[in-house]
């Protein structure tokens, strides 16, 4: 079965720790996207990549850092410089680039301060 | 003015009844539009995607486009229960170089029996 797969579905960050998300997808989708929703706010794009090795940053970057060495892979590290990182993260998918392309979502990722 | 935007609601109808989400943008070189269903607690999923003015139907569902007036909406034809959701509108256009897609904060459908 084709998709996206993120984890951990829940994740705990300790004062000072950089912690990295995980999202695979196996639909051989050319771009990739984290975004971020925290409660009564629509979804803010964190970083989006539109092929291997290459990646942009969206609207809410700082704080947080993305590799693409992959075609389906595009982790996700929220660095200790991103100070209110408690949020539901979510990683997406389109088959080409553009944003005239439908995005598909994984699960997401939960993430709050121990 | 936000980028898109969507009353909160929530909205209430009766089962049976037609649920119109309604969704409106700023930038008038939008040129795709998505709305997702999102469950509490759940990621979003993609329902409905229009990109001509117009209507667009898949099964009970229905986008209507109207570019001259920047809104798009979400007809959402004898709502069941299951229907319960937080509906999210996206919109991709000019203002972000057509790379990146804007979400609304969504509209909170709630079905009753």
């Known amino acids: 079965d084709g998709g996206i797969t993120q984890s951990p579905k829940y994740l705990f960050r300790k004062e000072g720790q950089n912690v990295t998300l995980s999202c695979e997808q196996n639909l051989n989708h050319d771009a990739m996207y984290w975004y971020r929703q925290d409660p009564g706010q629509g979804l803010r794009l964190i970083y989006y990549?539109?092929?291997?090795?290459?990646?942009q940053k969206g609207d809410i970057a700082e704080g947080y850092s993305v590799s693409r060495e992959k075609k389906e892979s595009f982790p996700l590290t929220v660095t200790s410089a991103q100070k209110n990182p408690t949020a539901f993260y979510l990683c997406?998918?389109?088959?080409?680039?553009?944003?005239?392309?439908?995005?598909?979502f994984g699960d997401g990722t939960r993430l709050s301060i121990l | 003015q936000k980028e898109v935007e969507q009353n909160s609601g929530p909205l209430s109808v009766p089962e049976g009844a037609i649920a119109s989400l309604n969704c409106t943008y700023s930038?008038?070189?939008?040129?795709?539009f998505f709305w997702y269903r999102q469950y509490s607690g759940k990621s979003p999923e993609l329902i409905m995607f229009?990109?001509?003015?117009g209507d667009k139907e898949d099964g009970r569902f229905t986008a209507q486009l109207n570019k001259a007036s920047q809104y798009v909406s979400l007809l959402i034809r004898d709502s069941q229960p299951s229907d319960s959701a937080t509906y999210l509108c996206a919109v991709g256009g000019r203002d972000t170089g057509f790379q990146k897609l804007v979400f609304g904060t969504g509209t909170r459908l709630l079905v009753s029996p």
């Open positions: 990549s539109q092929i291997v090795n290459d990646f």
């Open positions: 229009i990109y001509s003015n």
């Open positions: 930038d008038r070189g939008s040129q795709s």
């Open positions: 997406a998918s389109s088959i080409f680039p553009g944003s005239n392309q439908p995005q598909h």
